[in-house]
C-alpha cells in the first residue's frame, strides 16, 4: 500500500508541480513563498499518505493556504520593521 500511496504522489508531482508553483507565483509575487508552499504541500501530503482521497486537490488547497499564511507573516515583519525604523532613516 505505501508504495501505491508514494507512486501516485510521485504522479501528481510530476503532474501538478510546476503548474501549482507558477500559480503560487502569481498569487504571492513572490518565488520563495511559491517554493516553501509547494514544497510544504506536497510533504505534508507524503505523511498524509493514503488518508487523502484526491491527492491533487488537497495539495492545491493546502499549498494556496500555506502560501496565504507566508504571505500575512511576510507583511507582517515589513510592517514591524518598517515601524521599527527610525524616522527619516534611509533603507
Excluded at 501538478?16 to 505534508?44: C, I, K, M, N, T
Excluded at 507583511?75 to 532613516?89: F, I, M, Q, T, V
Amino acid at each position: 500500500m505505501k508504495a501505491e500511496v508514494d507512486g501516485g504522489l510521485r504522479a501528481v508531482f510530476a503532474a501538478e508541480h510546476e503548474r501549482l508553483w507558477r500559480s503560487l507565483l502569481a498569487y504571492a509575487g513572490d518565488p520563495e513563498v511559491a517554493s516553501e508552499a509547494a514544497a510544504e504541500a506536497f510533504a505534508q501530503a507524503v505523511r498524509r499518505g493514503a488518508a487523502l482521497r484526491d491527492p491533487a486537490a488537497w495539495v492545491w488547497r493546502s499549498a494556496f493556504r500555506i502560501a496565504a499564511g507566508l504571505v500575512r507573516l511576510h507583511r507582517a515583519r515589513a510592517r514591524l520593521r518598517a515601524a521599527l525604523e527610525p524616522e527619516g532613516s534611509e533603507p
